[in-house]
């Protein structure tokens, strides 16, 4: 069993920047692939980011490439999201997630376990 703990959400102003930190804990990390998921109201939960288990490859959806960065600390066992140039379209429940395989999935589908969620609001 993994358990992950999302933090560092909050309201920032558009154009502001926030990190989101997912804190891993239960067993080992390392050969996790993990991902960063979101869900605005009304809207389904889609994939933001995903970072590979040695953390060799990074995917992002199209809205958010250059702007944020995901990362991992296997030593730390903590998966990050640096976001930049916030929008208000990024506001949304922010979920971290980890899948029993290295190579990153960018379906929901394929997460074993999922934190439960840290609010971000971006005020224009």
């Known amino acids: 069993q993994v358990q992950l703990v999302e933090s560092g959400g909050g309201l920032v102003q558009a154009g502001g920047s926030l990190r989101l930190s997912c804190a891993a804990s239960?067993?080992?990390?390392?050969?996790?692939?993990m991902g960063w998921f979101r869900q605005a109201p009304g809207k389904e939960r889609e994939f933001v980011a995903g970072?590979?288990?040695?953390?060799?490859?990074?995917f992002y959806t199209d809205s958010v490439k250059g702007r944020f960065i995901v990362s991992r600390d296997n030593a730390r066992i903590t998966v990050f999201l640096q976001m930049n140039s916030l929008q208000g379209e990024d506001t949304a429940v922010y979920y971290c997630a980890a899948a029993r395989s290295p190579v990153v999935t960018r379906n929901l589908l394929g997460y074993n376990y999922w934190g439960q969620g840290t609010q971000v609001t971006v005020s224009s």
């Open positions: 239960g067993r080992t990390f390392s050969g996790y692939s």
């Open positions: 970072i590979s288990a040695n953390a060799g490859s990074r």
